[in-house]
C-alpha cells in the first residue's frame, strides 16, 4: 500500500472507530429549536440564525441571514 493512501486511511480509521453509532430513534427526532452557525464569504463571517417551530406552532419556521457591510 502506498505511503500517502495509508497516510490517509489511518487518520480516517482513527476517526470512525471514535464516531458515536446513530440509533434510529435518534434520527426519528423533528429538527425544531433556534440554531446559530454561519460562513466565511469574500473573507468576511456571515451569521446565519434559524428558527424552526415545533409541529403545531403558529409562528412557523424563519430564517435571518446577516451580511456584513462592505
Not at 49 to 68: C, E, M, Q
Amino acid at each position: 500500500m502506498s505511503r500517502l493512501r495509508l497516510g490517509f486511511l489511518l487518520p480516517l480509521a482513527f476517526l470512525l472507530a471514535g464516531a458515536p453509532p446513530h440509533s434510529a430513534a435518534a434520527q426519528e427526532q423533528p429538527l425544531q429549536g433556534l440554531w446559530t452557525g454561519g460562513f466565511m464569504l469574500r473573507g468576511a463571517w456571515v451569521a446565519v440564525n434559524l428558527r424552526v417551530a415545533a409541529p403545531g406552532d403558529s409562528a412557523g419556521d424563519t430564517a435571518d441571514l446577516l451580511f456584513p457591510s462592505y
